[in-house]
């Protein structure tokens, strides 16, 4: 029954993306931004649908089953102030700069914005490379939810290629409406079900207080935040949603607005959203660490279908897995049609056709890459062990540390394109390093390595800004307007 | 009141939020509030919090010069 509910689900979500295809216009705009044409709530959606990855889900309740309620506090309140700032700060302005010279990706923006090829090359490459484990985050959750949830009989990698399957029926065929439509539907399939499942377990154990008191009597550590987590790093972590501001998705949702205006719902209803979503997450993964108290590592990414398994089978839980299923499909859906737009516009486009490609191409290059890009990333889901919130974190560090050059680029004049090339420079080289020798943490305060990295990226960018020659009147003039 | 310092006012509450988001006071404290742990339900608090803040944010320091700028330069 549960693999019936997951199919119709998923065949639903075909249909809706398909149903987009009505209102294609065969451009090359609106196969990748939808024309521009969305309003306050398509925005909202799709802005947090994109956000909101295996992440959120599964590795906010894996993560919290280890680490206890401050998981929330590190990663979904902190998100709820700082990521609606930076749409506030930055989304209005480069919607605004989109808008003006017709931009369809990131790197058209900070190519011409620092008037260098070389620069748009380093950032195609660099932002590439982050991405790929970003995806790949979505493809392991999809796979392995589904193999759970059907005790075993869809096996990881059958989950996975349906997954990837269906995200690359509706992403090639509707581009960014049909992704937008089907992102608008899984948002609410999953809030609806995320809410459902937590209502539904804690009913069955007696209320929320009842059911913290099972977790007080045996893991009473996970109530509080002790020496689980260091008040330097709640500190430190609140640099990781800085990312939204360097992400090609995002930048590419921001692209999608009928109108500036268009983001204030966004603004004011996303930390809102954030906490619908995470307070079951995090809730279920202290409550599962009663009844499943040996899951190590990586194995508690599985604790909430786990739960759902024990407290919600049969029809409910197909449900519940659907909605699991759609907050991993609506980020992957975003992620990919980003590195397909960047691969169009920014390599082929760019370097082969002289930015003079026509319409039909511009889909067409689009749907290959689109192709190409999940295909890749399915067959690393393959090979790939990692705990799903780890590898989560690194990709935000890298992101969140290359803020400082967004910033640079929207609100001063005087930065210019070597001393965005030394923050990304400094980014990589800390990037590696940290990540090769495994620091989870610097020294024993508990600063994340994202503090470090944003610290030398911002000035690295100052300083060789400051003495390298200040950019051209004429770009200038383009990107800075007076009065 | 002065636009300008309503906007810095704003800013200012955004960086105290901020701060607060810091609970360093409620760190080993278990006690359920309404059956949250209260590290919990504080944070539940500050994202209701944060929305407030950023609707009167969006509702008195918009960038409104965007929209025109925009508008003009895709007419011309």
């Known amino acids: 029954m549960t693999i019936i509910v997951i199919f119709i689900y998923l065949a639903l979500v075909l249909a809706v993306g ?60 902190s998100s709820g102030l700082v990521i609606p700032c930076v749409f506030y700060f930055i989304g209005t302005r480069l919607w605004a700069l989109g808008k003006r010279h017709g931009y369809l990706s990131q790197i058209q923006y900070f190519r011409q914005r620092y008037d260098s090829d070389a620069l748009g090359l380093v950032l195609f490459v660099v932002i590439a490379a982050l991405m790929i484990p970003y995806i790949l985050v979505g493809l392991m959750g999809s796979g392995l939810t589904l193999n759970q949830i059907t005790d075993g009989k869809l096996p990881v990698w059958l989950g996975g290629l349906l997954v990837c399957g269906v995200t690359l029926g509706y992403v090639t065929y509707g581009g960014m409406r049909g992704t937008v439509w089907v992102n608008t539907f899984q948002v609410l399939i999953f809030m609806t079900f995320g809410l459902a499942a937590f209502w539904v377990i804690f009913k069955k154990l007696g209320g929320l207080e009842n059911g913290m008191a099972m977790v007080a009597a045996k893991h009473p550590e ?6 689980k987590i260091k008040p330097l790093e709640l500190l430190s972590y609140t640099c990781i949603p800085l990312s939204v501001g360097m992400f090609p998705h995002i930048f590419l949702h ?16 996303y930390p809102l959203c954030i906490a619908i979503v995470w307070i079951p997450s995090v809730l279920l993964g202290v409550l599962g660490s009663v009844d499943f108290p040996d899951l190590k ?12 398994g024990l407290y919600a089978p049969g029809i409910l839980a197909g449900f519940l897995a659907a909605g699991v299923l759609s907050a991993i499909m609506n980020s992957v859906d975003s992620q990919t049609l980003a590195i397909s737009t960047m691969f169009t516009q920014d390599i082929v486009c760019h370097y082969r056709f002289n930015d003079k490609m026509t319409e039909k191409q511009e889909v067409w290059f689009g749907r290959l890459f689109t192709f190409a890009v999940i295909a890749a990333t399915y067959l690393l889901s393959l090979v790939v062990n990692r705990s799903i919130f780890k590898i989560s974190v690194w990709t935000f560090s890298g992101f969140a540390a290359m803020f400082p050059v967004v910033v640079a680029a929207v609100f001063w004049k005087r930065s210019t394109k070597y001393g965005a090339l030394a923050s990304i420079a400094s980014v990589v080289i800390l990037w590696i390093y940290f990540f090769t020798s495994g620091t989870e943490t610097i020294g024993t305060g508990g600063v994340m390595p994202v503090a470090v990295m944003l610290l030398v990226s911002a000035a690295a960018l100052i300083v060789v800004s400051l003495l390298s020659k200040p950019p051209a009147d004429h770009v200038l003039q383009k990107f800075f307007h007076q009065g | 009141m002065n636009s300008r310092i309503v906007q810095w006012a704003l800013y200012t509450g955004l960086f105290v939020l901020y701060l607060l988001h810091n609970d360093l ?29 950023l609707y009167l944010l969006v509702k008195f320091t918009w960038p409104r010069h965007l929209e025109a700028e925009s508008e003009k330069e895709s007419a011309s």
Do not use: Q
Not at chain 1, 222 to 227: A, C, K, Q, T
């Open chain 1, 18 to 77: 398909t149903l987009s295809h009505k209102l294609f216009r065969g451009t090359g705009e609106d196969y990748f931004v939808a024309s521009r044409s969305f309003g306050p709530f398509l925005l909202l959606m799709s802005l947090f649908g994109a956000n909101m990855t295996a992440f959120a889900i599964l590795g906010a309740s894996g993560e919290a089953y280890h680490e206890g309620i401050g998981v929330f506090a590190l990663m979904a309140s």
């Open chain 1, 297 to 308: 590592g990586p194995a508690a990414n599985s604790v909430l279908v786990n739960m759902i």
């Open chain 2, 25 to 53: 006071w409620f760190w080993n404290d278990s006690r359920l509030v309404l059956g949250l742990p209260i590290g919990l339900f504080y944070h539940v608090c500050f994202s209701i919090v944060t929305a407030v803040a």
């Open chain 1, 222 to 227: 996970l109530l509080i935040r002790g020496d």
């Open chain 1, 254 to 269: 921001w692209l999608t607005a009928r109108r500036a205006e268009t983001f204030r719902w966004t603004v004011v209803f």
